[in-house]
């Protein structure tokens, strides 16, 4: 009965999430919303970022924080989920991998990376990430950030990365679950053939860059969304007083961030 119900969760959060992000395509006019997951701050030195950037210092700190797990340079990378492409876009452009490939079921973020982004090595196609359509072993390095709660066969999803990674490739993963089924999740990603490298809980580091990052996001929120979704947007975006926040905050949901390395015969 549980899995049943958190399959129909899944599911109906994979389609809002299309719903949104076409809707956030529609009245994003000026394409100030290239990042929409929690963010990361810590008391590191301080991320160097180009002026243009600066306003999305704490999303692309997440990014930062995982795909520096490993060397990406000269190596081919597959983001899954990308949404609106910010992610896609500082990994092609500060990290230099050979090729980047941001995938995501939303045909029009997809339309819209196309059109906005223009770099070296970095393309968009609209694919879902339970059949990604790509032939085997071919990636170096698949990332993915914020997007697996939606998926609603979390195991395919897997399956579907080992497929496309080459041998001894990395799978860069970090999302968010409720507390009691990450360790779960762990057993769910050893099966599919991932050796866990490294595990982390950064809920205090994400809970921190929406502190810091509370202002700058509900202005946003005033000025793209109309009034009667502001609630439902506050909620999405994490914004301080919203049950989202409020999960993080009381442990009830925890933001976990793994490096895996396929070590299994393809």
């Known amino acids: 009965m549980m899995l049943a119900k958190e399959i129909f969760l899944r599911k109906l959060m994979k389609h809002l999430s299309r719903i949104w992000y076409s809707y956030i395509s529609r009245i994003d006019k000026n394409s100030e919303a290239t990042f929409l997951n929690y963010g990361y ?3 590191k030195k301080e991320l160097q970022l180009l002026k243009n950037d600066e306003s999305n210092r704490y999303p692309i700190q997440l990014y930062n924080h995982v795909a520096t797990a490993i060397t990406l340079e000269g190596l081919d990378v597959l983001e899954v989920g990308c949404g609106r492409g910010g992610g896609t876009s500082f990994i092609a452009r500060y990290l230099k991998p050979r090729s980047i490939i941001g995938v995501d079921l939303c045909k029009k973020s997809m339309n819209f990376c196309n059109k906005y982004y223009s770099i070296k090595g970095l393309s968009f196609s ?3 990430a339970l059949n ?3 032939k085997g072993e071919n990636f170096h390095v698949v990332i993915n950030v914020e997007s697996s709660h939606c998926y609603e066969d979390i195991n395919r999803f897997f399956n579907e990365v080992h497929r496309v990674l080459k041998p001894n490739g990395y799978f860069l993963f970090a999302d968010f679950r409720n507390r009691k089924s990450i360790t779960h999740l762990k057993e769910q990603l050893k099966k599919s053939q ?3 490298i490294k595990e982390e809980i ?4 994400v809970i921190k860059a929406l502190d810091i990052d509370n202002e700058r996001r509900i202005e946003l929120i005033r000025k793209l969304v109309p009034k009667f979704l502001h609630k439902f947007t506050k909620n999405f975006s994490g914004i301080k007083g919203s049950k989202t926040y409020k999960s993080f905050v009381t442990g009830e949901k925890e933001y976990f961030y793994f490096v895996l390395k396929d070590t299994a015969s393809h």
């Open 41 to 43: 701050a810590d008391n």
């Open 126 to 128: 609209w694919r879902n």
């Open 132 to 134: 990604l359509l790509f």
């Open 202 to 205: 950064i809920t205090h580091n």
């Open 194 to 196: 991932f050796n866990i």
